[in-house]
């Protein structure tokens, strides 16, 4: 079975669960495979937290194991340390071949719902697969309400080339702006992913720019304490973790580049 004979069975599979008739199913056909693939994620993005069965878990683990594996991966021995452990690399983090990414979560922590959006969350729970927001449901239900902030749960990564995700809810920023307390949230986010990865014996760990964006965090303070945090972490725990701050913005590896050049 070739990617566009599972992705056209994926999508049949997809809108028919959601109650689309085989003439809606039928009016798609004829679309790219980009634009076939646009309305895939679109539809895992919505899809709620359920049951699905074995072939179609069968179908899409094929399908995205080949999608993420068609650009290229990045392992640790393709960087160079700005300091001994720690790294900046730029690009999607879901092309990184680790022991364990970071997604910044929302206190839900199924993963964004909203079709398509650009979000870190929603682009990890699409390249990993429906299995992702099961797991992460199953922690919900068990904990019986939602994720706070500043703590970090880990699930495998599933169809991703990281074996782990290692999801934390950061502090919001609204109108009031940043405070003490929203400071102490963000750099518990880092230390409690960082901990979290040494229980597991991992090797490596990337973070992307946790709070920022949809969260509102400032970029140039949330790296101060994302860089002050994991520095700290590492000098009080002997912590032998290789960590990557992951940046996908031009503005965010100018401003990590410049704290790094300020600590030589």
């Known amino acids: 079975m070739d990617q566009k004979v599972r992705l056209d069975y994926l999508i049949d599979y997809l809108m028919r669960e959601k109650g689309n008739t085989s003439t809606d199913i039928e009016a798609i056909k004829k679309d790219s495979f980009e634009e076939k693939l646009h309305l895939f994620q679109g539809l895992c993005n919505i899809r709620a937290p359920k049951p699905v ?59 964004c719902t909203q079709a398509n959006h650009t979000c870190i969350d929603n682009i990890i729970h699409t390249r990993a697969g429906v299995q992702l927001r099961l797991a992460c449901a199953g922690i919900i239900q068990a904990r019986g309400r939602k994720e706070p902030a500043g703590k970090a749960k880990i699930t495998e990564g599933y169809n991703l080339p990281a074996d782990f995700v290692i999801h934390t809810v950061g502090p919001f920023i609204d109108e009031r702006g940043v405070s003490p307390l929203k400071e102490r949230l963000l750099a518990s986010s880092y230390r409690s992913s960082l901990t979290l990865a040494d229980e597991h014996q991992l090797s490596t760990i990337a973070f992307c720019c946790i709070s920022t964006g949809e969260f509102n965090f400032p970029n140039q303070r949330a790296a101060e304490i994302a860089v002050h945090t994991v520095k700290s972490y590492l000098a009080e725990t002997g912590s032998e973790l290789d960590v990557i701050f992951n940046v996908f913005k031009d503005e965010d590896f100018r401003i990590y580049q410049s704290l790094f050049e300020q600590s030589e």
């Open 53 to 111: 069965d074995n072939a179609f878990i069968e179908v899409q683990d094929a399908f995205l194991t080949q999608w993420n594996h068609e650009r290229p991966l990045t392992t640790i021995s393709d960087l160079a340390a700005v300091e001994p452990q720690l790294y900046i690399w730029q690009g999607d983090i879901t092309s990184l071949k680790v022991d364990a990414i970071v997604n910044a979560a929302n206190s839900r922590f199924i993963g």
